[in-house]
Every structure is written in C-alpha cells, then in structure tokens.
Nanobody, 120 residues
Framework: QVQLVESGGGVVQSGGSLRLSCAAS????????MGWYRQAPGKERELVAG???????NYADSVKGRFTISRDNAKNTVYLQMNSLKPEDTALYSC??????????????WGKGTLVTVSS
C-alpha cells in the first residue's frame, strides 16, 4: 500500500544542524497533512511540526525558531530542517501522513523513524 521512509538522522553536537526527509510511496492519489513527531526515551511521543498540503505549518513551542518543516508535493516528501540543536532534541523522529489512496479510501500512516542524537 503506502510506505513512509525517513532518512537524515544521526549524531550531531549541540548547536549543530540536521535535515530529515520522509518520502511517501505506493498507491497514492494525494498526500494531505504531513508531520514530524518525536519520542525521547521514557517520554511520550509529541508533535514537532506539521504541514498541510497547502503549506500551512505549525510547530511545538520548544522548536519554534529553530526547526523548519517543508514539503515537495510532487515528490510526496516532507523535510525537517533542524538548526541550533540541543541535547533535549535527542529522540526517535517519525513521519506521519494522511494519504488519500482512492476517491473512497484514505488512511493515516507512520514511518519507522530515524534517530537523532545531540551530544553536549
């Protein structure tokens, strides 16, 4: 059906930058809202940033001014540019997307995640 595959995670020093990508593939008619979530060890998953198909964005207060979400609708891909990274940004970052497969069927999908580790 539909797969979401994230890339771009890794280990970076505090103050550094990373760019995450998430590509949706499969029997896709249209991708609506896409978003990035993260889950740190021992904590609940939280929304980091979201973007609609029209480009409207929203961010968690903790990342405003440091992270930027964007998307390429032609490639069904969403990006997360992360600057001024802090150790508390360390987490598994997962992509989420609302996908329309046919006129009568839509579903929500998750990627497996990419690990971001920020060292102090």
């Amino acid at each position: 059906q539909v797969q979401l595959v994230e890339s771009g995670g890794g280990v970076v020093q505090s103050g550094g930058s990373l760019r995450l990508s998430c590509a949706a593939s499969g029997s896709i008619f249209k991708v609506n809202a896409m978003g990035w979530y993260r889950q740190a060890p021992g904590k609940e998953r939280e929304l980091v940033a979201g973007i609609t198909s029209g480009g409207s964005t929203n961010y968690a207060d903790s990342v405003k001014g440091r992270f930027t979400i964007s998307r390429d609708n032609a490639k069904n891909t969403v990006y997360l540019q992360m600057n001024s990274l802090k150790p508390e940004d360390t987490a598994l970052y997962s992509c989420n997307a609302d996908v329309i497969l046919t006129t009568y069927y839509a579903n929500n999908y998750w990627g497996k995640g990419t690990l971001v580790t920020v060292s102090s």
